[in-house]
């Protein structure tokens, strides 16, 4: 089993910044890989970055188009947090915001139904 914990969710104006932090525990060793996502009221959860980690080739990683350029997905060396830095945020980017934990290889990056584990979610809120 793998816990997921997000924090540093909040309000904040548009332009302006926020990062986001999750806090792996349990059994570390079983992720394969991990993303971000959110979901917007009245909307479908939808992918936001997603990180495969390489030892030795260096991380892949994948952002959703309306993020590149702007969010930036990273991990700490022993894998424990995952993190999300947002910058130039905008009103659409208000969503909740989760972190998400997989512990097989294959798949598509951006769909949700890949991920095993799921972290409660940090809500985030952008006004214009």
């Known amino acids: 089993q793998v816990q997921l914990v997000e924090s540093g969710g909040g309000s904040v104006q548009a332009g302006g910044s926020l990062r986001l932090s999750c806090a792996a525990s349990g059994d570390i060793a079983s992720v394969k890989d991990m993303a971000w996502f959110r979901q917007a009221t009245g909307k479908e959860r939808e992918a936001v970055a997603y990180i495969y980690p390489h030892t030795v080739s260096g991380d892949t990683i994948y952002y959703a188009d309306s993020v590149k350029g702007r969010f930036t997905i990273s991990q700490d060396n022993a894998k424990t947090t995952l993190y999300l830095q947002m910058n130039s945020l905008k009103s659409g980017d208000t969503a909740m915001y989760y972190c998400?934990?997989?512990?097989?290889?294959?798949?598509?990056?951006?769909?949700?139904?890949?991920?095993?584990?799921w972290g409660q979610g940090t809500q985030v809120t952008v006004s214009s």
């Open positions: 998400a934990a997989g512990i097989r290889y294959g798949g598509i990056w951006d769909d949700a139904g890949r991920y095993n584990y």
